[in-house]
């Protein structure tokens, strides 16, 4: 099998467009995602191919084209929702948390909610506070929504190939950094599961796990640390809602130490709840207790040398590996 | 009052660029099932205040005495298969559409009979059979919602099967939820895409203790927020159902037709509070009497005497029915056992894994398939 190589944002077009040619009840709507091609060129060519009724343009109207969206999905359609950022879904909060989320549960088992919204999560580059939002510890809370972070273009396309076939609300969190990188993409037709982290890293003294961009971090820190001496294993968990805790379990048995970067922020986050279970069911193998590694516990700075610093960056990964592993 | 008085003294609904012929009425036996519908609802909702202060009902419960002509008039104007979607004071409408009363009551008494197998309450009125997409807790978001059930039909006539749009959605709400954005949105998305939804906004003139005056601008002109959308709006007595019936049938079947949105203003009054723990302090006694006097279930029972043969024995019979059938809700309901514990996983996701256990679907549905 010859090398496909292709950006991660072609993946994720890959992904929408072979859908929407086996589904007609797919359909796309967002802002800027039909003429412009996409603010991110995500979309590019879908109008050509599926015309207006199906790649859909919206006015900035998060809460209502989402709410629009959804009351289309209890009739069975399946659309897939672009936030131009997760940031901007703030004000869609309403429709996709208490609507999307929770319609199954308070019909009763009589309407789904087959949905898909993604877009960019987390910081891009100088944004300011208000479009360098992580959303996955402020949404995960809530039960009745699935939500994936891909980590590169196979895991993009494949990720989302699941996330429109599948019956429940899907978040599914693209970071704009991410969305250039390349990376091998079969040509046929394959999906990733929800629910099955990979071990991105091989490594036999301490677990990192994290999920999307910070995994890439990550890599730089093992390079680093294993100069070091320090041998790391990389857990990309790829899904959140389900989240493979057996494989990360697995792992610390055997590394007997565990790192989790989180790109939100701390308090009641992702990193605190993996670090929760972590503790619970390797109780008995750990060597120190889990460390955690975040964005600062303030809103993200537009200065260059601020944001660099408030992300969690290979140098806050290298230490919080050297703090677990008893290497200060 | 002076404004609607003139516009119902019109055979035709005049609208910004829209003149429209008033329906005719249909033949006595349907104006009688009407009035059996306003009866069941009124029964309903008295027996549904009872239930609450017996501690059989829990939670929020807000009741529709006062308003039962403007679920009657509308719904009947509409096709079986046109989609519902509502506010919180719901239980009227899922009644009108067809849902056994003993699933509603069922419902709010939190036991496995009811529509949601006791997971929605009081405020949740689901009913697939009956295209009923639901009741709806948050002020104006079911807003949203009704344009997208409208675009699903739109987009199911004609993307999936290659056709001519042929559904019209009602999407009913409070005055409450001309002051929230959503509902703005909503109409924006709707007259973008011509999408064929009814905004039937029922002004019972509080939302909750706040009258409509003292909420939202240009209370007396209220056409004025569809007009800022190139929507077309009718102002209609929500106390008659026979008129509110005429406008409704000529006005979904122009937004069948022209696949377009309308904003319709029912003008009605609710006779108990907010919710069933709201003491009325906000408004006048003098008021209420007011209000009393023209009563939409006591008009028709006038218009149906003087016009139609029908007795006041028969009328007595009709109420002797509806209050058997509730009775007889009620009964189902209390015997209907509480819901049992592993509902509590189920429901949450379509597909088991983890603690979920999947779906299943609730018992009226099984009772009445699709």
């Known amino acids: 099998m010859s090398e496909r190589i292709i950006e991660f944002r072609e993946a994720l077009c890959e992904a929408m467009s072979e859908e929407m040619r086996t589904d007609q009840k797919v359909f796309l709507l967002g802002e800027e995602v039909a003429q412009y091609n996409g603010a991110y060129k995500i979309s590019k060519g879908m109008l050509d191919e599926f015309g207006p009724r199906r790649v859909i343009d919206t006015p900035i109207s998060e809460s209502g084209f989402s709410g629009m969206a959804i009351g289309a999905a209890m009739r069975g359609l399946r659309p897939i929702v672009e936030f131009m950022s997760w940031s901007f879904s703030l004000v869609a909060a309403d429709p996709i948390l208490n609507n999307a989320a929770k319609m199954l549960y308070m019909s009763g088992g009589q309407f789904g909610c087959p949905i898909v919204f993604r877009g960019n999560d987390g910081a891009g580059g100088q944004l300011g506070s208000t479009h360098s939002w992580c959303i996955e510890s402020l949404y995960a809370n809530v039960p009745g929504l699935k939500m994936a972070i891909p980590y590169d273009a196979y895991d993009a396309k494949g990720l989302l190939k699941t996330a429109i076939r599948d019956d429940n609300p899907v978040f599914f969190l693209e970071s704009e950094r991410l969305l250039s990188i390349t990376g091998h993409v079969p040509e046929e037709d394959y999906t990733v599961p929800f629910g099955q982290a990979l071990i991105r890293r091989q490594g036999a003294d301490c677990t990192i796990i994290s999920f999307g961009r910070p995994l890439y971090f990550c890599q730089e820190a093992a390079i680093e640390l294993a100069k070091e001496g320090i041998d790391c294993e990389i857990i990309d968990g790829r899904t959140i809602r389900p989240l493979d805790i057996e494989t990360m379990v697995t792992s610390v048995k055997k590394t007997n130490a565990c790192v989790v970067v989180d790109q939100s922020w701390s308090f009641a986050s992702i990193g605190s709840e993996v670090a929760s279970q972590i503790h619970r069911y390797c109780f008995d193998d750990l060597d120190n207790f889990v460390h955690r590694v975040h964005s600062d516990d303030v809103p993200t700075p537009y200065a260059s040398n601020l944001e660099q610093a408030y992300l969690p960056n290979t140098r806050k990964i290298c230490e919080a590996v050297r703090g677990a592993t008893y290497n200060t | ?370």
Not at chain 2, 149 to 162: G, H, S
Not at chain 2, 223 to 249: C, M, N, P
Not at chain 2, 272 to 292: L, N, W
């Open chain 2, 1 to 370: 009052m002076d404004k609607l008085d003139t516009e119902l003294k019109k055979t035709c609904i005049d609208s910004r660029h829209l003149q429209l012929e008033k329906a005719p009425l249909p033949e006595s036996g349907i104006l009688i099932g009407w009035l059996r519908q306003m009866l069941l609802i009124r029964e309903f909702e008295v027996r549904t205040m009872q239930a609450y202060q017996n501690r059989l009902i829990g939670g929020f419960c807000h009741v529709y005495i006062g308003q039962e002509a403007v679920a009657v008039g509308s719904i009947a104007s509409l096709n079986l298969d046109d989609p519902i979607v509502l506010a919180y004071r719901c239980h009227g409408h899922a009644l009108v559409r067809g849902m056994d009363p003993k699933y509603c009551m069922a419902e709010m008494f939190g036991r496995i009979g009811g529509c949601a197998k006791g997971k929605g309450g009081s405020m949740h009125m689901f009913d697939a059979p009956h295209h009923l997409y639901g009741g709806h807790g948050i002020v104006g978001a079911q807003t949203p919602l009704g344009t997208g059930l409208a675009f699903a039909t739109k987009y199911e006539d004609e993307v999936l099967e290659d056709g001519k749009s042929s559904h019209v959605t009602l999407c009913y709400l409070g005055d409450g939820a001309l002051n929230q954005g959503a509902f703005y949105e909503a109409m924006n998305l709707a007259g973008l895409f011509n999408l064929p939804v009814i905004f039937v906004l029922e002004n019972n003139r509080y939302s909750m203790g706040t009258s409509i005056e003292r909420g939202t601008t240009m209370a007396n002109e209220l056409h004025t927020k569809s007009d800022a959308h190139g929507i077309e709006h009718a102002i209609v007595d929500g106390k008659d159902v026979l008129s509110l019936y005429q406008s409704f049938k000529s006005i979904v079947d122009w937004c069948r037709t022209e696949s377009r949105p309308f904003f319709v203003e029912a003008q009605t009054y609710r006779y108990k509070g907010h919710s069933m723990s709201d003491p009325r302090k906000y408004r006048t006694q003098e008021e209420e009497a007011r209000e009393d006097e023209v009563d939409c279930i006591a008009r028709l029972e006038k218009f149906l005497c003087q016009e139609h043969d029908v007795t006041p024995d028969g009328i007595k019979q009709l109420t002797r029915q509806v209050k058997t059938q509730v009775r007889e809700a009620v009964e189902w309901a209390k015997e209907s056992p509480e819901t049992p514990m592993e509902e509590l996983y189920k429901d949450v996701y379509v597909d088991h894994w983890g603690p979920f256990t999947g779906t299943s679907k609730p018992q009226m549905m099984q009772d009445e398939p699709q």
